[in-house]
């Protein structure tokens, strides 16, 4: 297999015999097939069927591997995942595992969220659907491989999924290979290649709602009056600070507040943004709520 710097300096060498409008027209033919890739899967989940096989989604037979089977279907086990991620690369189920989300709801139930991922983390993430969760796992070493080892000194990944908040496959089960076109893409990520660049479309998690939205356009969303568990009432967690440069803040201001946000389900923090002054400060930090799934941490093996 090519290394993930052989493989970029051939794709720029294959955009350099690219017009500025072929570019154009490749990436817009991808964004209309995954436009109708995504609604033909969101149409077959409606009637339980898989876009992909044009089969159940409870279909499950050991010879036929499918994206599907992550969706537990009766028969499907531990020992025959690596049937799938042997013909499927890494991006490939990643992609199919964010629609699936996606369609129950919108980018809440996927936690990519950059700020919980440890610094020597390639990728960590967990992705939620129904009673189902998937989880993401590769450090730097991972993705180096290990050179001491035999049976894992290559590019790979880790693969959590669980079931009824059940582990039916861990992390340490196995140490799946990334392709070429995952190390690619890898490298894309990491700005290697110009003029290319890696996006969700019907894919994106939290990470993309606070990328696209600045903290005041965030706490213009959260008006919990109607919110309900099912419409992501506990989507943020909020911390606010507040400071007087006087030493006083007065307690009968604060009451007034609480009450317009019972009232109005404006959040406390918005309220106390629109009474700042010369002498009050208010400082809010926004992360990520209950209602987003929580990153499983792998377990470290004993040497």
Known sequence: MKTADEIVENAKKQMGNMTKAQMKNLSQS?????????????????????????????FFAKSQPCFHWLLSPRGFRKRHFHKLYEIKSYHEINTYLRWISNTEVLLRNINDWVEEKAERKVIEETIKYKKLEWSFSCDKSDLAGHASSDVCNFPHYHFQMKVDGNVVINYGSNHIPFTEYDLFVLKVKEGAVPGL????????????????????????????????????????????????????????????????NQETGIPMAQLLKDVEDDDLSVLTMIEPGGDIPEIPKRTPKKR
């Open 30 to 58: 991808e964004i209309d097939r995954a436009e109708k890739d995504f609604q033909n899967l969101k149409l077959c989940l409606e009637k339980d069927m898989c876009s992909y096989c044009d089969r159940p989604v409870t």
């Open 197 to 260: 660049s890696y996006q969700h479309t019907h894919g994106s998690g939290m990470q993309k709602m606070f990328d696209t939205y600045s903290p005041e356009e965030l706490l213009s969303l959260m008006n919990t009056k109607h919110a309900t568990e099912e419409t992501g009432k506990n989507q943020f967690h909020l911390q606010t600070l507040v400071t007087s440069k006087s030493g006083n803040i007065s307690g009968e201001k604060i009451a007034e507040l609480q009450k317009k």
